[in-house]
């Protein structure tokens, strides 16, 4: 069937007008990052008037934008690690057996996603702030009560997700395996976890992601010492002055792990959803 012009035309202004509204952002923000100040506060205007990498220098010693760097880095990838990690033995538990209990358990799992963070925030608070007081173990103002936080999150769609990839996985191959007198695990490790890598590259990078940009708990439940990137950007805005160029400078720079993680793994993160997604 041949596309019509009509069609043609109408195809076109979509494309370009989606290209414009995603492109048209980036290009503010890279302009911006390369202005002085004093241009940015004058007026918005679409080409600087004096291109300066000054903003990629000084972002680093207006702010500890390393410190907060650090805390990001250390922060989401444990809790990408131990997403992955406990993802992957409960969902080959739910994928293989048929035990009491599975369908709540997973109903229960996927629920979770139902409900806005921000409803969470107050329980998770005081539950930490009783766990100090009663035990003794700091966990407000800690990065392992973040990590803990961001596994509440990231853990219940990893495994809804890895099951998914699981029950695709055909089972002659666990049968075989266990002809040749593997175990369950080392059918898990040497024979499930390799033909399931684009799904765990999924999940990963899905839990990256949410921990990587996550603002509302970071902001309550970290200190000085703790602070994330996401929260730590707000910290360019002062009482009496707003360094906007240092703010899109940090913002792009913070910005491209992110990014270059992502492309390199695009083709595994794609598979790993769609297979992930339909059993």
Sequence with gaps: MRETLGEKIFRTV??????????????????TSLKPLGDVQAGFSWLPSRVTFGPFIEMWSTVPLARYFMNSLVVTSVATLCSVVVA???????????????????????????????????????????????????????????IITYLTFSLPFSIWMLAGYFDGIPRELDQAGKVDGAGN??????????????????????????????????????????????????????????????????????????????????????AGLTAGAVK
Excluded: H
């Design 14 to 31: 979509v494309l370009v007008g989606l290209g414009l509204f995603v492109l048209l952002p980036l290009y503010v923000m890279i302009t």
């Design 88 to 146: 992957i033995f409960a969902a080959y538990a739910v994928s293989r057996w048929r035990f009491r209990g599975r369908t709540p358990f997973m109903t229960t799992v996927l629920s979770t996603q139902m409900f806005p963070g921000v409803l969470f925030l107050l329980p998770l608070y005081l539950i930490f702030v009783n766990i100090d007081t009663t035990f003794g173990i700091p966990l407000v103002g800690t990065r392992i009560g973040l």
């Design 185 to 270: 695990l080392t059918i898990l490790l040497r024979i499930i976890l390799p033909a399931a890598r684009p799904g765990i590259v999924a999940v990963a990078i899905y839990a990256f992601m949410t921990a990587w940009g996550e603002v509302l708990f970071a902001s309550v439940l970290t200190t000085e010492d703790t602070r994330t990137l996401a929260v730590g950007l707000r910290q360019y805005a002062t009482q009496t002055n707003v360094y906007w160029n240092q703010v899109l400078a940090a913002s792009i720079a913070v910005s491209i792990p992110v990014v270059v993680g992502f492309l390199m793994m695009q083709k595994n993160f794609v």
